[in-house]
C-alpha cells in the first residue's frame, strides 16, 4: 500500500533527477508500510538511514548540476535551503527514532509527502525548465492551481488505490472485517460477515445488524461497544449469534476505535472469526472432563478412605509410641533426679554427723582456748613479783619466740574462721536436703519460692561462679501450693541452661513478681539466644542445640512437663545474641486436679 504514486506528472525531463525522485518516493512508502505493520525498531531505523543518506546523495547530485549550468545563485541558494530544511527535520527523525520509533508519526509522514510533491513540482521543476530551455530560474513562473490539482491528484490516487487495495484483501479474507461510524451504524462489512451473520449484500441496517445478534448477547455487545466509544479504547469480545432456524454461531471479535485528527470519536473497525468450530470442541471436551473429573474424584474419595483408615492406623502407632517414648524418657529423668536427691540426701546425712562434731568441738576449743589465755594473763601478772632472772628470762625469750601477743588474737580469729566455715557446710548440706525433698517428694504443700531458688542457686553455683553474675530482683511472693522439689529441678534446668548459653562472662538476672492470683519466676540471661527456627522445638523430648554428648534434650522437656502439672504457663523471649528469657508462672492456690 503507497501513500505516493509516481506518474508522468511528476517527470522532469532530467532522466537521472527522475530516477532519483522514483527511487525517494519508494524509499518513502517502505518507510510508511514498515510503520504501519508495526515493523521492529532496527528495521525502522535502516530505512530512515538509507532514506536520509540516498537524500543527502540526491542533493548533491542537483547542486552539481545546478553548479555546472551556473544556475541563478538566488534560486540556488534557495533551493540548497530546502534540501537543508528536509536534511535537518529528518536527521531530528534520526536521533528521535533510536529511543522512540512512535517519533515516525502520521504528522511526519504528512510532511514528508507535502515536502517531497511541493519540492518536485515547484523547487526542481524551476531548476530543470532552466537547465533544460536555458532559462533564468528567477523568471519562470508555476501556475499555482495547476500545482495543487497536480498534488491532489496524486494523493487521490494514492488514496484510491489504498481503499481498492483494502477492499481487495477484505473481500477475499475468511475473516469478519467491519467498520462502523460514530453512530454505531455499518458503514463497510466484507462478504464474510454478510455470510456469517446471514444477511443479503449491501450495507446492513443497525436493525438487522443487532437482530442476528442472540437476544442473551445484544446488551453485552452493545455495551461494549459504546464503552469503547467513550474510552477510545481496543477491546476483545465473544458474543453469538441466532439465525432463524435456530442455528448459533460463535463470535470471537477484536476491535479499535477511530479517532479523528481533532480527538473526536469517528467509529469502530474490527475483525472478527467464527469461533464455533472451537465452543463445539470445547463443550464436548469439557463434557468429558467432567465425566473425567467425576470418576478420578469417586476413586480419589475410594483412596482417600483407605488412606484415612491407613493414616489413623499409623497415627495411633506413632501417638502411642511417643507416649511410651516421652514416659520412658521423663521416667528416667525422674529416677535420675530421685537418685541424684538420694545421694544428695544420704550425702547430707553423712556430712551432718561429722560437721556436728566438728561445731561441737569448735565451740568446745574456744572456751578451752579462752580459759587458757585467762590463765597466760594471770602468769603474766604474776611475772612482776618473780624474784629468779633467770627464769624470767627463759620465760621472755620463750614468749619472743612463739610471740605470744599474735597468737592469742589469731588463735580466735582461726576458730572463728573455723566455725564459719563448718557453718557454710552445714548450710550446703541443708541445701542439698530442701532440694532433695526426699521426705515428702510427692506431697503438695505450701512453699517459698524464693527459699526454692536460693537453694538450687547454691546447688549450681560451680556452673554458674566463673561465667555469670547473678542479680537477683526479687518482689514479694506470697508462699504457693506445689510440688517443691519439682519446681527447683525446673529451676535448676533454667539455670544450666542459662549458664551454657553464656561463652565468656555474661550475667544472670532472676526476677519475681506475682498478679492475681499467680506469680511469675524470670531466668533471664545476656548469652547467644535461640534461633527463630529452634524456638518452637526446645521443649520437644531429645531435640538440643548442644554438641553430640553434650546434652541429651530432656531437661526442657520435663520442665515444660512439671510446669504443666501444675497448670502453669512457660513463656519465651529470645534474641540472637542478645539474650534468652524464660518467664515461669503458677497459680498460688495449686493446680484444680492435684494428681491429674
Known amino acids: ?189 466484507n462478504h464474510f460477515w454478510l455470510t456469517t451473520f446471514n444477511l443479503p449484500a449491501g450495507i446492513p441496517s443497525r436493525e438487522q445488524w443487532l437482530n442476528a445478534i442472540h437476544p442473551e448477547d445484544r446488551d453485552k455487545v452493545t455495551q461494549t461497544y459504546s464503552r469503547a466509544a467513550e474510552e477510545r479504547s481496543k477491546f476483545k469480545i465473544q458474543y453469538r449469534l441466532l439465525a432463524a432456524d435456530g442455528k448459533i454461531t460463535w463470535i470471537y471479535e477484536t476491535a479499535a476505535s477511530r479517532v479523528r485528527k481533532n480527538g473526536s470519536f469517528a467509529g469502530l473497525m474490527g475483525c472478527g472469526m467464527d469461533i464455533t468450530s472451537q465452543k463445539q470442541a470445547e463443550t464436548v471436551l469439557a463434557r468429558s472432563n467432567a465425566q473425567l473429573e467425576e470418576e478420578v474424584e469417586k476413586r480419589t474419595q475410594e483412596l482417600i478412605n483407605i488412606n484415612r483408615t491407613l493414616e489413623f492406623e499409623k497415627n495411633q502407632q506413632l501417638l502411642l509410641n511417643s507416649q511410651l517414648q516421652e514416659a520412658q524418657s521423663h521416667l528416667l529423668q525422674s529416677e535420675k533426679m530421685a537418685s541424684i536427691g538420694q545421694l544428695a540426701a544420704g550425702v547430707a546425712h553423712e556430712i551432718n554427723n561429722p560437721i556436728g562434731y566438728i561445731n561441737s568441738n569448735l565451740n568446745s576449743l574456744k572456751n578451752y582456748i579462752d580459759n587458757l589465755l585467762a590463765l597466760v594473763t594471770l602468769y603474766e601478772q604474776a611475772e612482776t613479783t618473780s624474784g629468779n632472772p633467770e627464769q624470767l628470762a627463759h620465760i621472755e625469750a620463750f614468749k619472743h619466740k612463739i610471740d605470744l601477743e599474735f597468737l592469742k588474737t589469731d588463735v580466735l580469729d582461726l576458730l572463728e574462721e573455723s566455725h564459719e566455715g563448718a557453718t557454710r557446710v552445714k548450710k550446703i548440706v541443708q541445701d542439698l536436703k530442701d532440694f532433695s525433698h526426699l521426705d515428702n517428694s510427692d506431697d503438695w504443700q505450701w512453699t517459698n519460692l524464693h527459699a526454692g531458688l536460693e537453694s538450687t542457686l547454691n546447688i549450681v553455683n560451680s556452673e554458674i561462679k566463673y561465667k555469670a553474675k547473678i542479680v537477683k530482683e526479687f518482689g514479694d511472693l506470697p508462699e504457693i501450693r506445689c510440688l517443691p522439689h519439682q519446681l527447683n529441678q525446673v529451676f535448676m534446668n533454667f539455670l544450666v541452661n542459662a549458664a551454657h ?77 542478645q539474650g534468652t528469657t524464660f518467664r515461669i508462672i503458677l497459680p498460688i492456690a495449686g493446680a484444680i486436679i492435684e494428681h491429674a
Not at 528536509?86 to 508519526?105: G, H, Y
Not at 481487495?168 to 454505531?184: F, K, V
Not at 527463630?532 to 541429651?552: A, L, M, R, W, Y
Not at 504443666?564 to 512457660?570: L, P, T, V
Open 501 to 577: 548459653a553464656i561463652e565468656s562472662n555474661g550475667t544472670i538476672t532472676l526476677r519475681t513478681g506475682a498478679e492475681n492470683d499467680r506469680v511469675w519466676v524470670e531466668i533471664s540471661d545476656t548469652g547467644k539466644g535461640i534461633a527463630p527456627e529452634h524456638q518452637s522445638k526446645i521443649f520437644d523430648p531429645f531435640f538440643t542445640t548442644k554438641p553430640v554428648g553434650k546434652g541429651t534434650g530432656l531437661g526442657l522437656s520435663v520442665s515444660y512437663t512439671i510446669i504443666k502439672k501444675h497448670q502453669g504457663e512457660i513463656q519465651l523471649t529470645s534474641q540472637l545474641g
Open 1 to 189: 500500500m503507497a501513500i505516493l504514486n509516481w506518474n508522468n506528472q511528476l517527470v522532469l525531463g532530467i532522466d537521472s533527477v527522475d530516477d532519483q525522485h522514483k527511487h525517494l518516493i519508494d524509499l518513502t512508502n517502505q518507510l510508511d508500510e514498515a510503520v504501519a505493520i508495526g515493523a521492529d525498531r532496527d528495521t525502522i531505523i535502516k530505512i530512515v538511514n538509507g532514506l536520509i543518506d540516498y537524500t543527502v546523495y540526491h542533493f548533491q547530485h542537483e547542486d552539481q548540476l545546478m553548479s555546472a549550468a551556473h544556475f541563478n545563485p538566488t534560486m540556488h541558494a534557495i533551493h540548497e535551503a530546502e534540501h537543508n530544511e528536509f536534511v535537518a527535520k529528518m536527521m531530528v527523525v534520526q536521533l528521535e527514532v533510536r529511543t522512540d520509533v512512535n517519533a515516525i508519526s502520521e504528522d511526519l509522514m504528512d510532511y514528508m509527502v507535502n515536502w517531497l510533491y511541493h519540492h518536485i513540482l515547484n523547487t526542481d521543476k524551476k531548476m530543470a525548465l532552466s537547465l533544460l530551455g536555458g532559462i533564468d530560474a528567477a523568471q519562470i513562473s508555476i501556475d499555482k492551481q495547476e500545482h495543487s490539482e497536480i498534488i491532489q491528484s496524486n494523493l487521490y490516487s494514492a488514496l484510491r488505490e489504498s481503499e481498492s487495495r483494502f477492499k481487495e484483501l477484505a473481500e477475499n479474507i475468511s475473516a469478519l472485517i467491519w467498520i462502523t461510524n460514530a453512530s454505531h451504524v455499518p458503514i463497510f462489512c
